[in-house]
């Protein structure tokens, strides 16, 4: 075993030692925090109060304009979709709640509450009628509903709710786990000899790694194999992540989410993050100012590549990205330049939730 199998082995051999599942504490500090994050979210003074004066007024003021544009494209059965179009609504359900999260807005709390609840029941009823736990039609929308039912979990004011999160988020864990790939990655479908793409595997892991945190059981031989994965997926010359393993195409999508995945799997420190942090850096203010393909989801994963690699970095790239961001939303509150696919309805909760990295609410993009 290499160093970084190594390095990632002996982590989680020690944090998961041999429980299946833990106490999930959000449960407990929920009722305690909840009431005052409420009273904090008032006005651009919560900046300073948080420490966190990079987020500033006008982030702030564009996050708000943000959610309040996602409340006016919300279905009536409380699902959120591609373009009204009916497409990819567990994903795009998914990445709204956790817009509305990222800024401590929680099912059945605050002005939001009763649109939240509605959005929380339909992917609970969506989760209900897949007996075999596959949420969504592909692999990258199942991460994202596994994700955002991770850090629902704790979260739901109806204990009933809670429960049928638990057993949602158990179901969808066990669909990832039983589909890795032997070379340690994921593919569009659960199939465990369907291949493996980079930008696949960051999606899936981000959720398992929230789950983990969650309480969940994650053995330790799957993020043994992440690690082997991103291994064969980085390219040796710039350092940076290929979209597919020995010999694809560096993007900095993969490059991003490359990074982000090696440090949840434990890898912070080894020489493989810093050269993808390195190549990544390069790219800017390139990536940041200019677009180019999948602008979104290259950033919705580089700033937390960038929280995670320490103040320093974070300080240099959030600032940046901010700006960028709040320069393209459009008079409605949505981020629809350069979208692509999924349009405003994908993009806009990816830029909330970039936007507001500085609250550090929901507990995966914690340091």
Known sequence: MNTNLRKA?????????????????????????????????????????????????????????????????????????????GGHAVAMTSLSLMAFMSKAHFSGFG???????????????????????????????????????????????????????????????????????????????????????????????????????????????????????????QDPQTGGFCYTPRGGKVTPACTAGGSYTAQLAGLRDAEMTRSALRYLKSLAPGIITGGGSYYYYTHYYAIQAMVQAGDDEYAKWYPQIRDALISRQNEKGAWDKGAGHGGGSYSTPMAIIILATPHRYIPIYQR
């Open 9 to 85: 082995d002996s982590l989680f051999r020690k944090e998961n030692s041999s429980k299946m599942m833990r106490v999930n504490s959000r449960a407990f500090l929920f009722p305690l925090i909840v009431g005052f994050l409420m009273c904090l979210l008032h006005g651009p003074a919560l900046a300073q109060q948080e420490g966190a004066p990079e987020l500033s007024a006008e982030a702030s003021r564009s996050i708000d304009k943000g959610l309040n544009y996602l409340l006016t494209i919300q279905r009536e059965n409380g699902s959120w979709d591609s373009n009204g179009e």
């Open 111 to 233: 002005k939001y509450g009763k649109s939240l609840d509605r959005g929380m029941k339909w992917l609970l009823k969506e989760a209900k009628g897949r007996p075999d736990g596959y949420l969504g039609t592909v692999m990258y929308e199942h991460g994202l509903a596994t994700l955002a039912l991770s850090e629902m979990w704790g979260m739901a004011r109806d204990p009933e709710d809670d429960d049928a999160i638990q057993k949602a988020l158990e179901k969808a864990v066990e669909v990832i786990l039983r589909s890795q790939n032997p070379g340690g990655g994921w593919r569009y479908q659960p199939q465990a000899d369907g291949g493996e793409d980079t930008s696949c595997t960051q999606t899936v892991f981000h959720a398992l790694a929230s789950a983990r945190q969650a309480g969940i059981y994650v053995p330790n031989e799957t993020i043994a194999k992440v690690a082997k994965y991103l291994e064969s997926a």
